[in-house]
């Protein structure tokens, strides 16, 4: 089931958006049923679990942390993380700079920007964006690249409502790129993460380049 899911969704996607799949709680059969249809981009929620999943499975897969990562917990992933999402803050920014320092990496993330009527989701708005990619701080960083932006609508059956927080993103996206903000940093913004099982097809439509999927790979989580 968990093969014919995932072609199914892959044979929908453009080219150019990269598919993460989203395999927070399940079991390491699953992922490995995935792997074997032909996905290498997973994506976590948990710093234990994806400890683990790395350890136990095959080393060409490309882990993305996908959760909201707590600063003493960036030690456990640096070593082999491929891409952070959900970066908010120029702290969590300097904690992932300093322990990619000591792994002699350069280590990918993903800036969140707050499009959601939800004051449950985290993010960045658009002067605190613009802050922290002007700042001399963030230009000393030099074992991090942000290669894009990420952002999460909100839990809504409103199509119009989600369409226009997408479409925000995009706009603020596209906005970065045109502004020269830091040395190089903007040349590497190529990134727009948005999109889940129940939006990824809008999301797409509205400029999505990466889109994370899990229960319609995996099914509901228990």
Known sequence: MIQQNLLDIKSQ???????????KTKPVADLMEAYNAGQRVFGENYVQELVEKHE??????????IGHLQSRKVKLIAPFVNLIHGVDSL?????????????????????????AEEESKFGLDEKELTEI?????FKNLKNIRIIGLMGM??????????KKEFQKLKTIFDKINKETI???????????SMGM??????????GSTMVRIGSSIFGNRK
């Open 13 to 23: 996607l453009p080219n150019h958006v990269t598919l993460v799949a989203v395999s």
């Open 56 to 65: 136990a499975l095959p080393k060409d897969i490309q882990w993305h942390f």
């Open 91 to 115: 702290k969590l920014l300097h904690e992932i700079n300093k322990e990619a320092q000591k792994n002699n990496r350069v280590i990918d993330c993903l800036l969140q920007i707050f499009i």
């Open 133 to 137: 990619l002007s700042s001399e701080e």
């Open 153 to 162: 609508a909100t839990f809504t059956e409103n199509q119009d409502q989600i």
């Open 182 to 192: 830091g040395k190089d940093a903007i040349n590497r913004v190529s990134i727009i």
């Open 197 to 206: 099982s129940g939006d990824y097809q809008l999301a797409i439509e509205c």
